[in-house]
């Protein structure tokens, strides 16, 4: 099956990595490699695929899995989510439009509903489903603070804020964050057990994203159970590194 970790982007290139190499594309180039895909593909993708239209649940701005990791919310501060490690509600992300350029994810209103090409899984007991072409939204971020909360603990750059992304002028550690981020995080064992080309270099978020997004669809496809689905179609779902704590807590 190819694997294949996406960071797309609306407004400038999206980032693709397939396990050799990063691949840049447009939002229109994008959707020509997407829609000429033949083999059996999963994609790991970093932006909204659901969203909070189902009775009991109905929202067109939030769904439960992100307001359960939302830093102002009770289950978030009780958790330790740092600055920085960002769960917006799903309208809110604009790179939901994407997702729905490509993919027609997320469905707002079924009745307009067509088949799609790629199958969407919010649950772990669907990745064995026959539709060769497969989908789930993956949260990098927040996979990087799980993996490393226990690391850089101690590591002050990281006492007050996580922000690994983007450029600030207020913030001027966010590069050494996110170097020292790539070089820990290339040590663990959850990604040197995943098979890819380890002479790559990872120079920018984007492509940290991506990448992590590549190693989380790796566990979940090959069944390492070191990632897992959470949430399910009425919740919302990530997948993420599993962590007992924060999958008891979720499933409360």
Same mark, same amino acid.
């Given at each position: 099956?190819?694997?294949?970790?996406?960071?797309?982007?609306?407004?400038?290139?999206?980032?693709?990595?397939?396990?050799?190499?990063?691949?840049?594309?447009?939002?229109?180039?994008?959707?020509?490699?997407?829609?000429?895909?033949?083999?059996?593909?999963?994609?790991?993708?970093?932006?909204?695929?659901?969203?909070?239209?189902?009775?009991?649940?109905?929202?067109?701005?939030?769904?439960?899995?992100?307001?359960?990791?939302?830093?102002?919310?009770?289950?978030?501060?009780?958790?330790?989510?740092?600055?920085?490690?960002?769960?917006?509600?799903?309208?809110?992300?604009?790179?939901?439009?994407?997702?729905?350029?490509?993919?027609?994810?997320?469905?707002? %209103?079924?009745?307009?509903?067509?088949?799609?090409?790629?199958?969407?899984?919010?649950?772990?007991?669907?990745? %064995?489903?026959?539709?060769?072409?497969?989908?789930?939204?993956?949260?990098?971020?927040?996979?990087?603070?799980?993996?490393?909360?226990?690391?850089?603990?101690?590591?002050?750059?990281?006492?007050?804020?996580?922000?690994?992304?983007?450029?600030?002028?207020?913030?001027?550690?966010?590069?050494?964050?996110?170097?020292?981020?790539?070089?820990?995080?290339?040590?663990?064992?959850?990604?040197?057990?995943?098979?890819?080309?380890?002479?790559?270099?990872?120079?920018?978020?984007?492509?940290?994203?991506?990448?992590?997004?590549?190693?989380?669809?790796?566990?979940?496809?090959?069944?390492?159970?070191?990632?897992?689905?959470?949430?399910?179609?009425?919740?919302?779902?990530?997948?993420?590194?599993?962590?007992?704590?924060?999958?008891?807590?979720?499933?409360?």
């Amino acid at each position: 099956m190819k694997i294949l970790g996406i960071d797309p982007a609306p407004a400038k290139k999206s980032i693709i990595f397939d396990g050799r190499e990063f691949i840049e594309k447009t939002p229109k180039e994008l959707k020509v490699y997407i829609d000429n895909l033949n083999e059996d593909t999963f994609i790991s993708w970093d932006a909204p695929l659901s969203a909070a239209v189902y009775e009991g649940d109905f929202s067109l701005t939030i769904r439960q899995i992100e307001r359960f990791f939302n830093r102002q919310s009770k289950t978030a501060k009780n958790l330790g989510i740092p600055k920085g490690i960002s769960t917006l509600g799903y309208s809110g992300c604009p790179h939901w439009t994407i997702s729905q350029y490509i993919f027609g994810y997320p469905v707002i %209103n079924e009745s307009f509903l067509k088949k799609l090409k790629f199958d969407l899984l919010m649950e772990n007991s669907e990745i %064995n489903n026959k539709n060769i072409f497969k989908i789930t939204e993956s949260h990098p971020a927040l996979s990087l603070w799980i993996v490393l909360k226990e690391d850089l603990k101690n590591n002050e750059l990281f006492k007050d804020s996580w922000q690994y992304k983007g450029y600030s002028q207020s913030d001027k550690n966010i590069t050494k964050r996110r170097e020292i981020i790539t070089k820990s995080l290339m040590k663990k064992e959850f990604v040197q057990e995943v098979e890819f080309n380890k002479e790559i270099t990872i120079d920018s978020d984007d492509k940290l994203d991506a990448f992590v997004c590549y190693i989380l669809g790796s566990h979940l496809v090959n069944k390492t159970a070191k990632a897992k689905i959470l949430g399910d179609k009425v919740k919302g779902s990530f997948l993420i590194p599993y962590d007992k704590v924060i999958f008891e807590v979720f499933n409360l």
